[in-house]
């Protein structure tokens, strides 16, 4: 192998620039030359490459966001913007791809893969979490921390003026971004799309909880099933007695910023272990790490089948939050 591509596409992650820092040295050691695409998908089928080199990616290990940019591609849905982003990378002498994404962006890949039997790497990157065979995903530890940061900052005011504060998390299909960082910023009670909760469920533990704390912290996966945000804060009012209630939606301060040590160095490991096994002419797989092990599995695996959810934690949650 002598010229290898990256991208990052989808919703960014604090964590991406980390990981192409460690493709691009790791390849320099092997003297195999990196081009970057710009605008994930995109760059690939406009032919927007640019080599990049080991001084390139100097200081960016602490940078959030992408510095290749990254963009949601129509064009690649279809089979002819496929076929142009084949015929740059042949065109480029380009001999295997990585692509940093979520769950979408490693659909496109093993697409492409399919296709036109080209070699393809993934990195899972995503602040949701929802990879099947990884422990984490590039990006959610930043973010579970941001979100932590924002709950304790939050409680000052619900506690002082007693107030029952509903704060808004990402995960439209899964909780585990909720999930952890409800534990960890002590929520009275969290909420998230895996749970079975009815309505008039959650509004008895809410009550039972304000009754004796006066101040009840509930995290909600904006993926939750039993009702929108607006309903529950609607259902509380009408039934809690003077319950002053106060709706937060975190939004888009969860994407970004400085990634955690624990981002930096599970970027470093996967962007190091991708270019591994695409000079050991793997294809096709997903890189991971499970239980401190890299792992290598395929990409059909990593976007089809589901990752389970340590709801006992849940369980756990509501007994160590309340009394
Ligand atoms: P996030 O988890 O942050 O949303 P993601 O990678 O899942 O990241 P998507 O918007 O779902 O983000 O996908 C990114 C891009 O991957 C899409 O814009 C598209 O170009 C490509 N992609 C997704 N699904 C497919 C598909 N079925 N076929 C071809 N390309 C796809």
Redesign the pocket.
């Known amino acids: 192998m002598k010229n290898i591509a990256v991208l990052t596409?989808?919703?960014d992650?604090p964590g991406m620039n980390a990981c192409i820092r460690a493709i691009v040295r790791s390849a320099n050691k092997k003297k195999i030359q990196v081009h970057g695409i710009q605008y994930?998908?995109d760059g690939l089928i406009n032919n927007d490459f640019k080599i990049l080199s080991p001084y390139d990616v100097g200081n960016t290990i602490h940078i959030g966001g992408t510095i290749l940019k990254s963009?949601?591609?129509?064009e690649?849905?279809t089979n002819e913007g496929?076929k142009k982003a084949h015929k740059n990378l042949r065109s480029n002498n380009i001999d295997g791809l990585i692509v940093l994404?979520?769950?979408?962006?490693?659909?496109?890949a093993k697409?492409?893969v399919e296709e036109f039997n080209f070699k393809v790497i993934g990195i899972p990157c995503?602040?949701?979490n929802d990879i099947y065979g990884t422990d984490y995903s590039i990006g959610f530890s930043t973010a579970r921390e941001t979100v932590v940061n924002a709950i304790d900052k939050i409680r000052d005011t619900a506690s002082s003026h007693e107030r029952i504060f509903i704060v808004e998390v990402m995960g439209r299909e899964s909780g585990f971004l909720a999930l952890e960082s409800g534990v960890a910023s002590g929520a009275e009670l969290i909420l998230i799309p895996e749970n079975n909760n009815s309505m008039d469920e959650v509004i008895k533990s809410i009550k039972k909880i304000n009754d004796k704390k006066k101040s009840v912290i509930i995290v909600y996966a904006e993926g939750c099933k039993f009702g929108t945000l607006n309903e529950l804060s609607n259902k509380i009012k009408n039934n809690i007695q003077n319950s002053n209630v106060r709706v937060s939606i975190l939004g888009h301060i969860q994407r970004g910023g400085i990634p955690s040590p624990s981002d930096r160095i599970l970027a470093s490991i996967l962007g190091y272990e991708s270019i591994n096994k695409i000079t050991e002419g793997y294809t096709n797989k997903m890189v991971g790490i499970i239980n401190q092990n890299t792992m290598l599995l395929d990409l059909e695996d990593a976007i089809s089948k589901k990752k389970n959810i340590n709801l006992s934690l849940n369980k756990m949650s509501n007994i160590i939050s309340r009394y």
């Open positions: 596409s989808g919703g992650s994930g998908y963009a949601r591609s129509d690649f849905r496929r994404g979520g769950d979408g962006s490693l659909t496109g697409i492409f995503t602040i949701d």
